[in-house]
Structure formats: structure tokens, C-alpha cells
């Protein structure tokens, strides 16, 4: 007696039930972000002049030669915003992820912590 069934065969794949394929877009490194002529990268050490006239700034408030400040601190961070983490009241800031350096120093018996962006903009932190 013949077999009258078919065997079953898988259904087609239908042009609108595959899924799109997906790739990620590469991470570009630092080298390949456009830097501004005018800013130096943030690599993790306050830049000399910076550090400079920032020492200046605290020997004048203080009374202390810039000789005897002690750099309690000196780092790269991101601020959070434009203010450089000091907001003033009455005043509006760009609230874009803002690279810079936080410096504090200790000059006679008082502490100063400064904040600055990578433009070499500064203000001292009174919190």
C-alpha cells in the first residue's frame, strides 16, 4: 500500500520575521576625541602654571609665601556641572560633565580648597 503523507517540512522563513542584526558602534579612544587647542587633556596631574597661580592666589589671601603653602591635594576630577562643584546662589550653570582639578592647601593654620576646569579658570571653594 502506498504512502499517501508527506513528510513535514519546516515552514519558510517569512522576509519580515528575521530580526535586525545589531553591531555597536566602537568606543573611541582619547586619542580620536577632537581636543580644543585652547584646553589641555585632563591626564590626573594639575598642570604647573595652573598650580602656580593658584599658589599666588592662596599666598596673597593668606599672608603665607607661596614657599611655605603645603599642596595637601591635587587631583583631576569631573565636575558635575559648569560651577565647578561651588554653585553660587543666583546663579546658572551649564549643567555639562565639566573636566578640571581640585587643589587644597594648607597655608599656617587655614585650609583652601580650590576648584578649576582644564582652562586654567579657578575659583576657591567656601563651603
Keep these: 500500500m502506498p504512502d499517501d503523507t508527506e ?3 519546516p515552514p519558510a522563513a517569512s522576509p519580515t520575521s528575521q530580526q535586525p542584526i545589531r ?6 579612544t582619547v586619542a580620536q576625541v ?3 587647542a585652547s584646553a589641555a587633556p585632563v591626564v590626573g596631574e594639575v598642570p604647573s602654571d595652573l598650580l602656580a597661580k593658584i599658589l599666588a ?14 599642596v595637601q591635594k591635587a587631583e583631576a576630577v569631573e565636575w558635575s ?5 561651588c554653585p553660587q546662589p543666583g546663579m546658572a550653570y551649564m549643567q555639562v560633565i565639566t573636566p578640571g582639578y581640585q587643589v587644597v592647601l594648607a ?4 585650609t583652601y580648597d580650590y576648584h ?12
Excluded: M, Y
Aim: with cysteine.
Design 7 to 9: 513528510t513535514p517540512q
Design 23 to 28: 553591531t555597536a558602534r566602537p568606543v573611541p
Design 34 to 36: 577632537p581636543q580644543s
Design 57 to 70: 592666589d592662596a599666598a596673597q589671601l593668606s599672608g603665607v609665601d607661596a614657599a611655605a603653602i603645603i
Design 81 to 85: 556641572d559648569s560651577s565647578l562643584g
Design 107 to 110: 597655608a599656617g593654620a587655614a
Design 116 to 127: 578649576a576646569n582644564a582652562r586654567g579658570r579657578f575659583v576657591l571653594c567656601k563651603k
